[in-house]
Every structure is written in structure tokens, then in C-alpha cells.
């Protein structure tokens, strides 16, 4: 196949970048609101700064653990896995209205988080053919851009 006939556009990288933009706005439509939540359960200003931080913190200081999992386990179950756990930790938010249950479902969302960028991203590097690598991780980036950009205006929406 000439390179100008390989495309990038395979079932796998159509299914990666359409759960990396679902991501992306899951979470950047949550963060904005994270704080609004917070004072809503009786938090004061001091906790809700820690649990508007607390998710980046210990996404950070998950990484070391996270980035050999990822090339350790099977991708497809720990992507499953990974999205689960996700999902556990928005149903934690909805479910449990207490501060004390906030914080803990804040904490398994930042594990959550600490997977999935790297491992989407190596997903769908592994979803592509090596001459389209570049541009398909350009695309792949662009998808997860326009999520970050669209939700956080989406959350204002909500919140107003």
C-alpha cells in the first residue's frame, strides 16, 4: 500500500479519539464545578481549594505507579478498568452528599486520571500505522483540545 493510502482512520483510533474527547469533557466539565459543590456540602474555602487541587495532586503523585501498569498490563482491560473506576468516582459524587465522601471519590478520580491520558495516548499510538504516527497523534491531541476548551463553558452553563 503506497503511504499516500494509509490512513489513519481505523476502528480502534476512531474508538480512542471518541473516548478521549468523552474524557476531556467529563472532566473539564466537573473541575470548574468542583469548588460550587464543595461550599453546596458545607465546605469551607480551605477545603474546597484542597479538593479543587487534591485530584491534580495526586493524579501527579500516582504517575510513577501508573506509567509502568500501563506497559505491564493489558491495555484493553486496564482501559476498561481505568473508565470504571472513573465512572465509580462520578457516581460517588452524586450519590454521597458529605464532604468526608467528596474527598474520597476526589482521591479515586485523581487515580483515575493519572492513568488515562497516557494510556489513550499509547492506545492509540498502538491504533496506528507508523507513517501516519505524527499525524494521527496530532489529531489525537486536537480531539482532546477541543473537549478541554468546549466543557468548562459547558460547566458555567450548568452552574448558572
Known amino acids: 500500500?503506497?503511504?499516500?493510502?494509509?490512513?489513519?482512520?481505523?476502528?480502534?483510533?476512531?474508538?480512542?479519539?471518541?473516548?478521549?474527547?468523552?474524557?476531556?469533557m467529563g472532566h473539564y466539565t466537573v473541575n470548574p464545578l468542583v469548588a460550587a459543590y464543595a461550599q453546596f456540602l458545607g465546605a469551607g474555602a480551605g477545603v474546597m481549594g484542597l479538593l479543587s487541587g487534591m485530584f491534580f495532586g495526586v493524579a501527579l503523585a500516582m504517575r510513577p505507579v501508573s506509567g509502568p501498569m500501563i506497559t505491564k498490563i493489558d491495555k484493553r482491560r486496564l482501559t476498561v478498568m481505568v473508565f470504571a473506576l472513573g465512572a465509580l468516582a462520578c457516581l460517588g459524587y452524586a450519590a454521597f452528599q458529605s464532604v468526608g465522601?467528596?474527598?474520597?471519590?476526589?482521591?479515586?478520580?485523581?487515580?483515575?486520571?493519572?492513568?488515562?491520558?497516557?494510556?489513550?495516548?499509547?492506545?492509540?499510538?498502538?491504533?496506528?500505522?507508523?507513517?501516519?504516527?505524527?499525524?494521527?497523534?496530532?489529531?489525537?491531541?486536537?480531539?482532546?483540545?477541543?473537549?478541554?476548551?468546549?466543557?468548562?463553558?459547558?460547566?458555567?452553563?450548568?452552574?448558572?
Open 1 to 24: 500500500m503506497t503511504e499516500s493510502k494509509i490512513t489513519i482512520w481505523n476502528r480502534n483510533f476512531i474508538c480512542v479519539l471518541l473516548a478521549n474527547f468523552g474524557l476531556c
Open 101 to 160: 465522601m467528596f474527598v474520597l471519590f476526589r482521591f479515586i478520580n485523581g487515580v483515575q486520571y493519572s492513568f488515562v491520558g497516557s494510556l489513550l495516548m499509547t492506545v492509540a499510538g498502538d491504533s496506528l500505522p507508523p507513517a501516519k504516527m505524527a499525524s494521527g497523534l496530532g489529531v489525537f491531541g486536537v480531539g482532546g483540545a477541543v473537549g478541554m476548551s468546549l466543557a468548562p463553558a459547558i460547566s458555567m452553563w450548568i452552574l448558572e
